[in-house]
């Protein structure tokens, strides 16, 4: 396992070497975005995903800006309609490729495991027309083995002046909550911004967290006010991409029941040195497990969010910070014996500061915690993934140092430590297995083109 563990960081340094022979000042092959605008990837990131205060307003929108070079427009008037579209397909990829090692090896598998690719995706990503701008991602999973929808949010954005107040205002089409957001302290795009797909991960979750990731459809509003106050408010409804339509619900446990309706409120203050935003957000979900109707259970998150960006120069100093706390009523699990009680709650947040060096490096730090009503049986014990007292207690820490030679290239390593996981430090599954066993080294290089 050390042999392996040495090889892996010595590849990965190599790598790191050879790169940097080739360093350049400004990327030579850019995303879609900084091909339809002219400008850097650094145009709008701190680093990818993390928005900048450009980046919010590029988002805000519509993803439409662009050169005037870039684009093939037609006058509108009278019975002719108008043309104002891109030259070529706003197109771009990435491809992933990482190593995972756990301090102890999952049962019955191979320790030490390298993804080549972890994952390849493609994107439609910028403006189709006037007033209107894409986010569309596509991701084939190797493990999977299959290309699927991943995170989409299409939307039209315009704005108008009121005693020289800009009033923007918008809709979206999305398919999983938050990911409309502008902010990297909320779930889609909060931290980490990189995430291994084999090592365990803690069982409980808030809804909101992931939970109707790509496997709902949203249509909402969003506005803000003079680049100050921003509201935000959707309606989802279960789509569950790769199964029949129209859906009979038999092989999800989140069934829609109605519309769940997303809220997002938000206040910012944008300086030349200090962009802060202050926040909350929340959804109400009702759905019935394994069909379309029938005793339904209820779920209902909410919480407040932080961020605070400081430049030092060319640095950047990011804080940012979220917590959640989900109240259910699992009537129609209770009803069929997947979980002990119906009154639950979680409670879920998290911490992190974060040093970006120009945009070359940046150093990460954060710690998360979950915690909620005990059930034996919504927390089954099992091995690795289980938990022996039904507990969904989990708490640690994650620290990330990302390279980036060029602004399409990062090469990151990351480590997560355990104190607690799902339920206990020692022996969390009843079959000896430790939280600290779940500790986990990460590299990953991501090629963005």
């Known amino acids: 396992m050390r042999n392996l563990m040495l090889s892996a960081v010595i590849l990965f340094a190599l790598l790191l070497l050879c790169v940097r022979r080739e360093i350049v000042p400004t990327a030579t092959a850019l995303p879609s975005y900084a091909r339809q605008t002219g400008l850097p990837c ?74 080549f690719p972890q994952d390849v995706s493609l994107f439609l990503a910028g403006a189709w027309a006037p007033h209107v701008g894409s986010f569309l991602q596509v991701t084939y999973d190797a493990q999977g083995d299959h ?44 931290f980490p911004f990189i995430v291994s797909d084999s090592a365990p991960t803690p069982t409980a979750a808030p809804l909101i967290g992931g939970g109707l990731a790509e496997d709902v459809a949203g249509i909402g509003a969003y506005t803000m006010w003079d680049q100050h106050l921003y509201f935000a408010g959707t309606i989802y409804r279960s789509d569950h991409i790769g199964s029949p339509q129209p859906t009979n619900g038999q092989s999800t446990t989140i069934n829609i029941r109605g519309v769940a309706p997303y809220w997002r409120l938000a206040w910012q203050q944008n300086g030349r040195k200090d962009n802060f935003e ?40 990011s804080v940012r910070g979220s917590y959640l706390r989900e109240n259910s009523a699992l009537v129609a699990s209770l009803a069929s014996g997947a979980a002990d009680q119906s009154a639950h709650h979680l ?71 355990y104190t607690r996981f799902n339920g206990a430090a020692t022996s969390y599954d009843g079959a000896g297995r430790n939280a600290s066993d779940n500790n986990t080294v990460y590299l990953l290089a991501r090629f963005v083109f």
Not at 348 to 368: D, I, K, M, P
Request: proline share 5%; hydrophobic share 30%.
């Open 42 to 115: 650094s145009g709008c990131h701190y680093t990818p995903p993390e928005l900048n205060a450009a980046g919010r307003l590029f988002k805000l929108m519509g993803y439409i800006d662009k050169m005037k070079d870039t684009g093939i427009t037609a006058e509108s008037g009278g019975r002719r309609s108008g043309l104002d579209m891109l030259a070529s397909l706003p197109l771009g990829a990435w491809f992933e490729t990482s190593f995972t090692s756990t301090k102890a090896a999952q049962t019955g598998t191979q320790n030490g495991n390298f993804e």
């Open 147 to 190: 290309f699927s929808i991943d995170n989409t949010d299409i939307r039209y954005a315009n704005k108008k002046q009121f005693n020289g107040r800009d009033w923007v205002y918008g809709v979206t089409l999305n398919n999983n909550p938050t990911v409309e957001d502008l902010w990297n302290s909320t779930p889609a795009w909060g």
């Open 278 to 317: 202050i926040g909350t957000y929340g959804i109400h979900v009702k759905a019935t497990p394994g069909a379309i109707q029938g005793p339904e259970d209820s779920y209902t998150d909410w919480g407040p969010d932080f961020q605070y960006d400081h430049t030092f120069g060319k640095d950047v100093l």
């Open 347 to 417: 409670d879920s947040g998290n911490l992190n500061a974060e040093y970006h060096f120009g945009n070359r490096y940046s150093a990460n730090a954060g710690w998360f915690m979950t915690s909620g009503t005990p059930d034996p049986l919504l927390y089954a014990q099992t091995a690795i993934t289980g938990s022996a007292n039904g507990g969904p207690r989990s708490t640690g820490y994650i620290a990330n140092f990302s390279f980036w030679p060029m602004q399409n290239l990062d090469l990151a390593a990351q480590y997560t430590a």
